[in-house]
């Protein structure tokens, strides 16, 4: 007999929304104030126009965002599910002593805290407000972006799958916006890069979802040297 696939779990509505929350600019955390080093690669002449902003980040995609923050995300879901104190820990202190430069570890912080702030004021009048939230806020010295996000969107029920496809979409659409303003690009340049980044993010999820820790890395020395040199850029829209 042949054999009977099981459906896919379906997406509830409620939890559907809430993914398209944390996934958009409007997001009270400043997403929106970031580059991650790409105003710098521009400053350097190393991204110049449409075809080298895909490129480049569709490579930061796949060696950066899945390597790391995406796997960081699969993993800390789960620990925040369990509440398994220790991990999370573990998993914040990854997340900022893996960042390479200092402004690349004061963002993850500051969206972790903000996130956080976010998160209480959503719980603010419940009856029984989710005490992870405070957990989230006690991490020292500060929550990181993926902890904080990996709380956020475990607390919608919504499936692993798709929280991390929300999760690299807004990323996706944060970096197509800061391309926009600092090559400069038009609005139709950026919609044809954030389609190439479409493309390519299920199957850099995939590769979060079966990344062990032992093969999870966040080293991208390029990146790096561009952020640092980011850090005394003459003149800069941006925070990264």
Known sequence: MPKVRAKPPTLAPSALLQLMWLASPALPVGGFSYSEGLEAAI????VRDEAEVSRWLVDQLHLALARADLAVVARCHAAWR??????ITELNDWV????ESSEFRQQTEQMGRSLGAWLT???AELAFPDTR????AALKPAPTWPVAFALAVERTG?????ALLAHAFGWAENMV???IKSVPLGQSAGQRILAALVDAIPA???HALALPDSARQAHTPMLAILSARHEAQYSRLFRS
């Open 204 to 206: 850099e999820v995939e």
């Open 133 to 136: 939230i405070a957990e989230l």
């Open 158 to 162: 919504a499936p692993l799958r798709e």
């Open 177 to 179: 916006q800061a391309a």
């Open 96 to 99: 900022r002593l893996t960042r």
């Open 121 to 123: 004021t959503q719980d």
């Open 82 to 87: 369990q509440r398994d104190s220790e991990r």
């Open 43 to 46: 400053d350097a002449g190393l």
